[in-house]
């Protein structure tokens, strides 16, 4: 499984975008790039993932880099409660060995501050 | 729409004893995975079930055994309860071996070995 690598920790303004980077560079071609969050030693909470294409839904925006070694989660308008910490992970997402598997590191700790 | 349900939320035991956990999957998802994640740890991968049968396992010791009942619910089993074995329990569930299966996180179990 491709590892990925985050920031330890990051501040964003309330009301501010959040920008969350995370480096893939050895993602394979039918690796998806995942983000999860967790607050308080929650369940994580699924946000959103991609292939290759920008994507976007209520929570916030995946941005790939053409070569894909690297990501950006935005989250457009932070709020306390998007205090957590966020996970990017790569995981084969089509059948098959691996399929299922989940690889997570440490994640970013992000504080939003009032 | 039934999200992802584990039990108990939190459990006690004592060295050498031996332990089950119980995960309910979403509607409609068919495939259960366990997770581990220490304090202060991003979640590590234990195994995955599907059609009742253990398809993945990660770096995990034999005292780690699970089971998939025809209804889809999980339950996961740990022998000879260690001091180290204390953590969060999280179970994932999705949708079989097709593309694009997001895996979604129930709220854990809380294990406490004393």
């Known amino acids: 499984d491709a590892k990925t690598t985050q920031p330890p920790s990051m501040d964003c303004a309330e009301g501010r975008a959040a920008n969350l980077p995370c480096n893939h560079s050895?993602?394979?071609?039918?690796?998806?790039v995942y983000w999860y969050r967790q607050i308080h030693s929650q369940g994580p909470q699924y946000i959103i993932h991609?292939?290759?294409n920008n994507e976007t839904n209520e929570m916030a925006s995946l941005i790939i880099t053409e070569d894909r070694k690297s990501s950006t989660l935005i989250l457009p308008h932070a709020t306390l409660r998007d205090t957590a910490v966020y996970y990017c992970?790569?995981?084969?997402?089509?059948?098959?060995?691996?399929?299922?598997?989940?690889?997570f590191g440490d994640g970013t700790t992000l504080t939003v501050k009032p | 729409d039934a999200g992802v349900t584990q039990s108990p939320t939190h459990l006690i035991k004592t060295r050498g004893q031996q332990v089950t956990l119980r995960c309910s999957p979403k509607?409609?998802?068919?495939?259960v995975s366990w997770y581990q994640q220490a304090l202060g740890q991003g979640p590590q991968f234990i195994f995955q079930?599907?059609?009742?049968?253990?398809?993945q396992r990660g770096n995990f010791p034999d005292r780690f055994s699970g089971h998939q009942f025809p209804n889809y619910s999980s339950e996961l089993n740990v022998n000879a309860l260690l001091l180290g074995d204390s953590a969060l329990y999280l179970c994932?569930?999705?949708?079989?071996?097709?593309?694009?299966?997001?895996?979604?996180f129930g709220p854990g179990t809380r294990l406490l070995v004393l």
């Open positions: 994932a569930s999705s949708l079989g071996y097709i593309e694009q299966e997001t895996q979604y």
């Open positions: 050895t993602i394979s071609g039918n690796e998806y």
């Open positions: 991609g292939l290759k």
């Open positions: 992970i790569v995981r084969v997402a089509q059948g098959g060995t691996n399929a299922g598997k989940s690889t």
């Open positions: 509607s409609g998802h068919d495939t």
């Open positions: 079930y599907y059609e009742e049968e253990e398809r």
